[in-house]
T-cell receptor
């Protein structure tokens, strides 16, 4: 069964350092999402791509976060500089289209900022 | 804006007990509704969904019915198992396209033998 692949699974970084997460969606899925899940809360959308274009990044803290999906396939989410409050799970998800009705999630990348 | 409200946890049940996790939503139009499950240390898995009023989603013994009149999508299971221990998230998405999932805060379920 095809899966959304994410790496790394776990990352510990010091405050003010840069950190990056990678996501490879299910083959053929045009829509890719990055969500942030703070411990004890539900996931919140950071950015949504349709192919290589950003559809929604209204909740992405653009002063420190960036996301790209250059060839419309895999994607990278970067944080620079990291802050203590960025400690969370970063979830990547993909779907075949933008209707949102069947979205598949990866296992997530846990970030701890110390 | 659109939102989902779930009952607060944690919920602790004995094995074979009946489970209900309440979920209500606020949204314009006619959203699709979902339950996702997150096992410890893992990502989210789709448990079930319903795309229109009165639809019943079901999977692995879990059920939820889309109630438009009460804007609810309560999750139920007749007999829980220890392996059902997880965090359950109710979510919605509007059907108009290019809209992301909006999640509730999650309800932690612990089932004890």
């Amino acid at each position: 069964e095809a899966e959304v692949a994410q790496s790394p699974r776990y990352k510990i970084t010091e405050k003010s350092q840069a950190v990056a997460f990678w996501c490879d969606p299910i083959s053929g899925h045009a829509t890719l999402y990055w969500y942030r899940q703070i411990l004890g809360q539900g996931p919140e959308l950071l950015v949504q791509f349709q192919d290589e274009s950003v559809v929604d990044d209204s909740q992405l803290p653009k002063d420190r976060f960036s996301a790209e999906r250059l060839k419309g396939v895999d994607s990278t989410l970067k944080i620079q500089p990291a802050e203590l409050g960025d400690s969370a799970m970063y979830l990547c998800a993909s779907s075949r289209d933008s209707s949102g009705n069947t979205i598949y999630f990866g296992e997530g990348s846990w970030l701890t900022v110390v | 804006g659109d939102s989902v409200t779930q009952m607060e946890g944690p919920v602790t049940l004995s094995e074979e007990a009946f489970l209900t996790i309440n979920c209500t939503y606020t949204a314009t139009g006619y959203p699709s509704l979902f339950w996702y499950v997150q096992y410890p240390g893992e990502g989210l898995q789709l448990l079930l969904k319903a795309t229109k009023a009165d639809d019943k989603g079901s999977n692995k013994g879990f059920e939820a019915t889309y109630r438009k009149e009460t804007t609810s999508f309560h999750l139920e299971k007749g007999s829980v198992q220890v392996s059902d221990s997880a965090v359950y998230f109710c979510a919605l998405v509007k059907g108009s396209g290019n809209t992301p999932l909006v999640f509730g805060k999650g309800t932690r379920l612990s089932v004890i033998a």
